[in-house]
């Protein structure tokens, strides 16, 4: 019977790796430095880039991080540092919600909340409703890595007669710092492939996008649009965007995993 | 305690034992606990009290406004989705749930194709993936050397992280010509069946499904694998001692161990499963219909909102839509609570008995 735990290994392993290999062998053959400086071509015309995807999704992360990090971080720490018994209870079982709540969800709410009032959609909801996604890894990895803080370094800081806001400020987070960047690189990670949410809030863009209240590409949109599209020119690209996409999330997760020492992130 | 074999080798022959720092045996006097008040007592205090008294609070307050907001945020959503849908939950009652027509034109919807296609492809995905993560976690946890399945676990566990764009992609290219020309021989052999019946896309239930196995086997093994190494191995040297062999130890003492933890694991790629949207609708061919054959195109809870939901045609039109995702939020919720208190229940066991 073991023989068949270990075929059911040999196969999900052949397969998971039959798909990398063959997207890193598609997204290679058709990756090029225009790629990475172009805009998109009219179809039919050969060539072209997507590099204001790529811009555009910078941007998007970056309102996210705006967005999740401070909610995340703060809420951590206030889990962590200040168990309020009963509110941190609730919170946590908010934060466990908000995690189940597939991105599709969240798209559609802040397309009600912030596309609909403003009249267009915007580069702003798109971050938004990223940011709100990485809110709950952010708050769960922020509170596990301050508790891993040993308690004596706070009773010496308070020996020391340091305020509580200043033994957490100058104590605790300097030494649960290394944990707590990497899982923040997690959750922005997660959402950096995140393709749901954007689409009726960010939209998407043939062109530069030009402020941060208009529409703009992003790559994972772009690799849905092109993925589906009846162009095999559009289908190199996006094979290109995919292995682009793939080399930043899982670049983030391999750094990120490596510096907290291979501890299991999968249920957070 | 044994010496240390680095000090002073042969030139002693009696090696003194190190003394550990804390001697066991002598009871220390235990300090009182340290707050607040012992440190700085009010009285003798050298710096105003009120100021960094001021501070703490302005800090713990700051602090605990970025945590409310996140209860606020999840509320919003359940309000915004409650809200929104007033219009569809209006016009059609519960009936919504039951009813298969799905009509923009003449506004009349009903939301049964997509809840069974999201239920099917679900179930198809779980089918696949439960034995196969199954299987690859007990070889992974109970066979490999710790290294190793470290090693792969790391690997697996990276899968978690592709994008499902990424996975749809590959589904698009890969599996709908794979499938297309599998289901093609099935079809000829069983299409008698109404399960197999044809015409054979490529795309339809069974691909959808089989995609979203792929995607969920990385969640089942690396929970299931984190679940089998809890139990502990007292557990497994006491069924090996009875004379049992590594199989029907593993058979008969480690999985009822895990039991719980196992069906957490599982429940937990439910969850991932029945919220999947970009993989599952660049596969299934986003028909509402409900068909018998498993190579028929379908639709999804999910895969719907991502199509109708930026070019909804009228009020009633969008507010369905909300209504769709106030399901499906409501449904993730309920398997995601089951899923927690099932992995919770092995770790609360667990530590009971240790």
């Known amino acids: 019977m073991f023989a068949a735990t270990v075929a059911a290994t040999a196969t999900v392993l052949g397969i998971l790796l039959f798909l990398l290999g063959y997207l890193v062998w598609q997204g290679a053959s058709a990756l090029s430095l225009d790629f990475f400086t172009h805009l998109p071509t009219p179809v039919g015309e050969a060539g072209g880039g997507m590099a204001n995807a790529l811009v555009g999704s910078a941007k998007l992360l970056l309102v996210a991080a705006v967005v999740g990090v401070p909610v995340g971080f703060l809420g951590g720490v206030y889990l962590a540092e200040y168990d309020g018994g009963r509110v941190a209870f609730a919170v946590r079982y908010a934060a466990d919600v908000l995690n189940g709540i597939p991105s599709i969800v969240i798209g559609i709410t802040v397309y009600g909340l912030l596309v609909v009032p403003f009249g267009h959609f915007s580069t702003l909801a798109g971050g938004i409703a990223l940011g709100l996604l990485m809110i709950p890894v952010a708050l769960r990895t922020t509170e596990e890595f301050l508790r891993l803080v040993p308690d004596t370094l706070r009773d010496a800081s308070l020996a020391l007669g340091a305020p509580q806001w200043v033994t957490v400020v100058r104590v605790v987070i300097p030494a649960g710092m290394r944990g707590i960047l990497t899982g923040l690189l997690l959750s922005l990670a997660r959402v950096a492939g995140e393709t749901a949410p954007l689409l009726f809030t960010a939209l998407s863009n043939r062109y530069w996008s030009p402020g941060w209240l208009q529409p703009t590409a992003s790559l994972p949109v772009m690799i849905f649009t092109y993925a589906i599209a009846p162009y095999d020119d559009w289908h190199r690209q996006a094979w290109a965007a995919a292995l682009v996409l793939l080399a930043i999330v899982l670049g983030a997760n391999v750094v990120a995993r490596l510096a907290l020492g291979g501890r299991s992130t999968a249920q957070t | ?354």
């Open chain 2, 1 to 354: 305690m044994p010496a240390s074999p680095m000090a002073n080798a042969g030139r002693r022959a009696i090696a003194f034992p190190r003394l550990s720092p804390a001697t066991p045996g002598v009871a220390r006097p235990q300090p009182p606990p340290i707050t607040r008040e012992t440190v700085v007592p009010r009285t003798r205090s050298r710096r105003p009290a009120p100021r960094w008294r001021l501070a703490d609070t302005a800090f713990r307050v700051t602090a605990l406004g970025f945590a409310l907001s996140v209860l606020a945020i999840t509320g919003a959503i359940a309000v915004e989705l409650f809200v929104q849908s007033a219009a569809a939950r209006h016009a059609f009652g519960w009936s919504f749930l039951w009813t298969s027509v799905w009509d923009p034109v003449f506004s009349k919807f009903g939301a049964l194709p997509f809840i069974y296609g999201t239920l099917a492809t679900t179930a198809i995905a779980l089918a696949i993936a439960t034995p196969l993560g199954l299987g690859t976690a007990i070889c992974l946890a109970e066979l490999m050397p710790r290294r190793l399945g470290d090693g792969l676990t790391f690997l697996l566990e990276l899968l978690v992280a592709v994008p499902s764009v990424v996975y749809g992609l590959m589904g698009v290219f890969v599996l709908v010509p794979l499938m297309r020309s599998i289901g093609a021989p099935i079809e000829r052999l069983l299409g008698g069946i109404p399960l197999f019946s044809g015409p054979v896309y490529g795309i339809g239930l069974l691909t959808a499904g089989v995609l979203l196995a792929v995607m969920i086997v990385p969640y089942i093994i690396a929970v299931g694998r984190e679940v089998l190494l809890a139990v502990p191995q007292a557990q497994r040297d006491g069924a090996l001692a009875l004379g049992a062999t590594r199989w029907e130890t593993v058979r008969q003492v480690v999985l009822p161990y895990a039991r719980s933890g196992i069906l957490g694991a599982t429940f937990l790629a439910l969850a991932r499963a029945l919220g999947e949207t970009m993989a599952v609708t660049m596969v299934i061919g986003n028909r509402p219909e409900i068909a018998a054959s498993l190579f028929a195109p379908a639709h999804t809870m999910a895969a719907v909102l991502a199509n109708e939901f930026a070019e909804a045609a009228s009020d009633v039109h969008l507010a369905a839509l909300v209504e769709v995702a106030l399901v499906l939020f409501g449904i993730t919720l309920v398997v995601n609570a089951i899923a927690r208190l099932l992995i919770l229940g092995t770790r609360g066991t667990e530590r009971a008995r240790a």
